[in-house]
């Protein structure tokens, strides 16, 4: 179709209905694809809304996670120094008990007898 066309087809339909009727037909779909447009937009500002919040707690969950794993390996770390050290002294005392016992060793006299034990006697009284 051509221009003409058109033109008549819109003058035979502003005649029919009138300007008023047609443009409340315009305004209503204007206002309907608006209403659209503002709940896609308001839609969106809420999701953007949430989305920062649930970016904000996981983000303080994560610090608080990351705090306590800091916090886990300098006590990891302290306790590690402190098994050192106990190793250490566990060697230490090791030693220690080596040497007392070589020396009680050394010192420990001869216990046994020479000869036959003594059988033991019974003592029977006969009155």
């Known amino acids: 179709m051509n ?3 058109y033109i008549a ?12 009727e047609i443009w409340k037909i315009i305004k209503s779909r204007v206002d309907h694809s608006n209403t659209i447009d503002s709940k896609k937009v308001e839609f969106k500002h809420e999701m953007i809304l ?11 969950r994560l610090d608080k996670q990351s705090a306590r794993i800091v916090e886990t390996e300098k006590k990891l770390t302290e306790l590690l120094i ?13 030693l220690k008990m080596a040497r007392m016992e070589e020396r009680l060793l050394a010192k420990k006299k001869p216990t046994t007898k020479r000869g036959r034990p003594r059988k033991s006697t019974k003592s029977s009284s006969n009155d």
């Open 9 to 20: 087809i819109l003058t035979a339909i502003v005649g029919a209905l009138g300007v008023k």
């Open 82 to 94: 402190i098994n050192k050290q106990l190793r250490k002294t566990i060697e230490d005392c090791s």
């Open 3 to 5: 221009m003409e066309s």
């Open 50 to 60: 949430q989305l920062q919040t649930d970016n904000k707690e996981l983000q303080s």
